[in-house]
């Protein structure tokens, strides 16, 4: 690495270095200063130790003599000596010392609560949505504000939802749901749920650390069912994993039941297609991966009902899939009302309400 530094150091500044994570999260972040910079090869420097040689003296067990007058920012010894070897050696130790830093910077996102905003569409859901809110406020990291867009209910849900201090807003289809609750939302990121999936205590802080860590603007994840049969649990795998290898292969799948993205971005492709009638998810993925870096995660792993496995019967359901896949593969997004899906849910969008 010093050796690197002294042969390019003339181009070592601070700038944005296309294709390197840590850059990316850098400069999305705006937390782009005097202390970090990264040289062409995507090294990392730290650029205060030059203007402060006793914290460099704190960590590296050095005198400032030493150091002498080195200009990590220009990458070129400018002490009086000119010593090479004393600059490799210090710059050596310093490598390690950014290597600390690194991991320092890519910490878990602790000390921020209230970066996250949920959002979930329901309908007729007061059966699954007090497990969904309580797996929510079990997470490790305390998102800012819970919206329940609600298509609609003539049970409990909306009363459900007031009693465990969710905003309760006006859905219908849940791509229209979801944009409703999303324009209610604050904070820098938007985390898209069902009303029946079940999130696991540290889910919401392992996909918010992979996205920032990873530079990505959106991502989902891998499901897996509320079943024990193996027949069902095998078909979810299956399922998951083709999620996983078509995003990898640029034709991007999500689940709805858990999605996380950048609030900038989620505006800049104008939220969720509502003229799309089912699998309105999967074209918002693939919407997102043209706009932002999108992913599909092995981890974290949340939990989705197989209810309509069990109404439904196993093949029709499957067999359901299964066509709408192939109509979005050979002509497009699922826009005429060919697959019936959410039969009851009110089309039209309405406004945000109490």
């Not at 499901?223 to 399922?239: A, C, K, T, Y």
Request: net charge neutral.
């Amino acid at each position: 690495m010093p050796e690197l530094w002294e042969r390019t150091g003339e181009d070592v500044g601070h700038h944005y270095r296309p294709g390197c994570a840590e850059s990316a999260k850098a400069f999305r972040a705006g937390s782009y200063g005097p202390d970090i910079g990264y040289t062409p090869g995507g090294h990392r420097f730290i650029s205060d130790l030059a203007i402060l040689p006793e914290l460099a003296d704190r960590h590296l067990g050095t005198g400032a003599g030493e150091l002498g007058n080195y200009n990590l920012d220009r990458g070129r010894d400018e002490s009086a000596s000119g010593d090479r070897e004393t600059t490799k050696s210090v710059l050596q130790r310093l490598g390690g010392l950014t290597r600390r830093r690194r991991h320092r910077v890519r910490a878990p996102n602790r000390k921020r609560p209230g970066s996250v905003c949920v959002v979930i569409p329901a309908l007729n859901e007061e059966e699954h949505l007090p497990e969904a809110v309580d797996a929510i406020a079990a997470q490790t990291l305390s998102p800012r504000q819970v919206i329940v867009a609600d298509g609609g209910s003539t049970d409990r849900t909306a009363e459900i939802a007031r009693a465990r201090e969710c905003r309760v807003v006006r859905g219908g289809l849940p791509g229209v749901g979801r944009n409703n609750g999303a324009r209610e939302a604050q904070g820098s990121w938007l985390l898209f749920l069902d009303a029946d999936v079940v999130v696991p205590p540290g889910a919401l802080e392992e996909a918010l650390a992979i996205a920032e860590t990873g530079g990505f603007d959106a991502l989902s994840c891998w499901f897996v069912p509320d079943s024990n049969g193996w027949w069902v649990r095998l078909m979810h795998w299956v399922s998951a994993g083709y999620f996983w290898l078509s995003t990898r292969l640029r034709w991007p799948h999500s689940i709805g039941g858990f999605i996380l993205v950048r609030r900038e971005l989620h505006e800049a492709v104008g939220g969720f297609d509502e003229s799309v009638i089912v699998a309105e998810d999967q074209d918002y993925a693939r919407r997102l991966s043209r706009m932002g870096r999108y992913a599909f995660v092995s981890r974290p792993r949340v939990v989705i009902s197989t209810r309509r496995f069990r109404s439904e019967g196993f093949v029709r359901a499957s067999a359901r899939w299964l066509g709408i896949e192939l109509h979005r593969i050979l002509l497009g997004e699922v826009r005429r009302p060919l697959f019936r899906y959410f039969d009851d849910a009110p089309e039209q969008q309405g406004d945000a309400r109490g």
